[in-house]
């Protein structure tokens, strides 16, 4: 790998992914971590829309393309012979899945992240069109948006660790206040300290794992799928997250997230933890 070739991947990595709260808190989707590191890159991607063309009524911009190789650097597919095909899986899947967004009048309808895919092999390029079913979730997001950097999500091994990630992370902005991450204006504060309680089987429905028969206890629920989020969100991210059960009887009913955003000394502990666990670029 050439030194053009790494910037390109070191910029890449901090790119902001920024998505509508409504879709991440108001929709029901099991997506890999493989998936969701392609979901999150491919938001990076995305661009405002300029005041110009707002005022010129251009559409949003659908499509994007990208090298295939550079996808596979910064979301970890396997460095072999076999990563294009592997991407090409990824992205298949990605398009294929549906996921259950709920309406603010309740009902669900069901979005797709991609409404079409091409590769090629010879050129290494990717192009892509977002569902257009999204555009309102994804573009000139004004208000009551998540915004983090790319590099947050992209050494968690847990799907639940992201989902949970995106899920608190968006609870404590909307509390705390919004910060434009795309102009780099983000202002370094106070750690602020937020509170998010979520009745456990809502929980469970959002990450889609209310019919493992195993999480019906709640001890290894919070074993394989809390702590472990817990651990990889306070070890590589800019927040951190505790978390308590609330009983009724000896029943735990609901779950009490505390969410407090990092200091700078912890934040850049936290990158080099991710620049650790990236290793160098070959």
Not at 34 to 59: F, H, L, N
Not at 83 to 92: H, M, P, W
């Amino acid at each position: 790998m050439n030194i053009d070739e790494k910037i390109t991947i070191l910029k890449s990595r901090d790119y902001i992914v920024s998505k509508s709260n409504q879709i991440v808190q108001k929709s029901r989707y099991n997506f890999t971590v493989s998936e969701q590191r392609t979901i999150a890159y491919i938001c990076s991607k995305i661009k405002p829309i300029e005041a110009i063309d707002r005022v010129k009524g251009t559409p949003f911009q659908l499509d994007y393309e990208f090298n295939i190789l550079d996808y596979a650097r910064v979301c970890s597919i396997e460095k072999n012979g076999k990563f294009y095909n592997e991407a090409k899986a990824i992205l298949k899947s990605v398009a294929d899945k549906s996921m259950w967004l709920i309406l603010p009048d309740g009902s669900e309808t069901l979005v797709r992240w991609l409404a079409k895919v091409t590769t090629n092999k010879r050129s290494g390029i990717v192009k892509i069109k977002i569902d257009e079913d999204l555009a309102p979730y994804l573009f000139d997001l004004q208000s009551k948006f998540l915004s983090y950097g790319l590099k947050n999500i992209l050494n968690m091994k847990s799907q639940y660790s992201i989902r949970l990630y995106e899920l608190v992370k968006s609870y404590h902005d909307m509390k705390v206040g919004q910060t434009d991450h795309r102009d780099f204006a983000e202002k370094i504060r106070t750690p602020q300290k937020t509170y998010w309680t979520m009745g456990l089987e809502e929980l469970k429905k959002l990450l889609m794992v209310e019919n493992i028969k195993s999480y019906q206890n709640f001890a290894e629920f919070k074993r394989k799928v809390l702590d472990v989020a817990q651990k990889e969100i306070n070890e590589l991210t800019d927040i951190t997250l505790y978390f308590e059960p609330i009983t009724k009887g000896r029943k735990t009913v609901k779950v009490k997230f505390t969410i407090v955003s990092k200091t700078m000394m912890e934040r850049i502990s936290a990158d080099a933890k991710n620049d650790e666990l990236f290793g160098e670029l070959d």
